[in-house]
């Protein structure tokens, strides 16, 4: 890979996970998610095996579906509660639409089986980073709603 192209994914790395970080409103918190998932798709499909393109397309399948539930999420709190801050979750539904796509996001049970795929079929330096950088965003999306979300689920 041109070492122009890995340092413009790197930075657009930091740049979606301190976005997502710092955000107090939905839509850039996903803005960022969506950096996120677009930087690292390159990275896990750089060795052009289709171990690895098919890597990147689970990869890539699973984050916009669990993004489009974020989405989701987002707006139907906001349909209720006329809120577009992260902290004012308040709806029952939208909260657990939420916990659903997090726990999408970060590869957690019952959401789990395209985690060991995609680490697979990637790179030992892309698998390190799936598995310990990508999970900060969706983790402090998941702190800064924790108190209405539902302790059983």
Do not use: C
């Amino acid at each position: 890979m041109n070492p122009q192209a890995k340092l413009i994914f790197t930075i657009s790395l930091a740049l979606g996970t301190t976005l997502t970080i710092s955000s107090n409103h939905w839509i850039m918190a996903w803005t960022g998610l969506e950096i996120n998932t677009l930087a690292i798709l390159p990275l896990i499909a750089k060795s052009h095996h289709p171990r690895a393109i098919e890597a990147a397309t689970k990869y890539f399948l699973v984050q916009a579906a669990a993004s489009a539930l974020v989405l989701f999420s987002s707006m139907t709190n906001a349909w209720h509660t006329g809120q577009w801050d992260i902290t004012q979750l308040t709806h029952p539904t939208s909260s657990v639409i939420l916990t659903s796509a997090i726990a999408m996001k970060l590869g957690l049970v019952p959401f789990h089986f395209w985690f060991p795929e995609v680490l697979q079929g990637s790179s030992l330096l892309t698998g390190l980073l799936l598995s310990t950088a990508m999970k900060f965003p969706p983790l402090t999306l998941l702190f800064l709603t924790s108190h209405p979300l539902d302790p059983t689920l």
